[in-house]
């Protein structure tokens, strides 16, 4: 009997040179009288909320800015931004940013209605309904939230981040546009790079990976572990920067037909209660949760190795492919300059037993995992990178 799978994405993607023009036909084709832009004050400093801007002014549309909103935000902030949306009138969500701005945007597409709040959709995501069309325009190549139906934000009572999953919340519109990550910092690059990194290769070793995330799991794994490094260090590398924002909507695409797993389960205690970045929180995990579910995955890194490995391939057994791409996820991280231990970040080693309890919370993920974690798995990965 063959399996089921499915697979959603946005309505229409707009990509290459000059792809932000296509705001105008957006809102024109909605008729859009007034648009909520959802950012935060980084982007506006940035300069970055100037390119689309300039183009919405040419179509006539009202706008109001929504900025309010701090990096990695809790449930709270983010409903705070969802009210300042559904006072303001808009009729048309437009989110410029990386993954908190947009999972707030996607918020209050389905929030426009007062029937219920951010803090009742952590219960029950099934009651969102979408409301107001969106259009997303990353400023990252990384986080995937633009293809998503997912919103992931802080619950500061659990000490943990939750994800808020709905397809209603999937964008209409999207435009990957690499000049809006040209300028980016190396450092942020280099976080959500390896976050779009770990959701590529968490969803190709999914129990629930099936032919349609396989096909965009390894088509971002390709670009991405032969684009990220130039993407990080060569600023005027275009293509490669391209390409990175291009992987990192098909890694999104694979989120939303399969399924991250223990490397994003463990990793939402760490930005939940010490605000580690989520790109970041995920680079610390992605080789050791690897390395651990490696007897029952080396198959599918062997895979990942024949389609992924363009120059002379020096590995034959599937043992030796698979050792391959477990360092090669480490040599990433490491040339990067992205942190490998939680010790930077100051967390004490008095913490384990609250950072395995809080971990082993996020069953929707952890079920994911093909190998099964315990919570002396858990104990041992994070004793790791403490």
Known sequence: MLEKYNLKIPHAVYSGENALENIIAIL??????????????????????????KIIEQSGAETVVLDDLPPEPTYGQAQKLVDQFKASGADFIMAVGGGSVMDTAKLASVLATNQYSINELLNSPDLAEKCVKTLMIPTTAGTGAEATPNAIVAVPEKELKVGIVNDNMIADYVILDAVMIKNLPRKIAASTGVDALAHAIECFTSNKANPFSDIFALEALDMILNNIIKACDSPEDMEAKNKMQIASFYAG????????TAVHALSYP??????IPHGVSNAILLAPVMRFNEPVCREKFAAVYDRCVHNKKECITVEEKSAFIINKLEEIVKHLDIPTSLSVFGVPASDLETLVNAGMQVTR??????????????????????
């Open 28 to 53: 024109r084709e909605n008729q859009v009288k007034k648009l909520a832009i959802f950012t935060d004050k980084g982007i506006e400093d940035a300069g970055l909320l100037n390119y689309p801007m």
């Open 270 to 275: 760490l930005g939940g209660k010490y605000h």
């Open 365 to 386: 993920l952890l079920n994911n995992n093909m190998r099964k974690v315990t919570n002396e798995d858990a104990r041992a990965l994070y004793k790791e990178i403490l």
């Open 253 to 260: 695409v694979a989120i939303t037909a399969s399924g991250t």
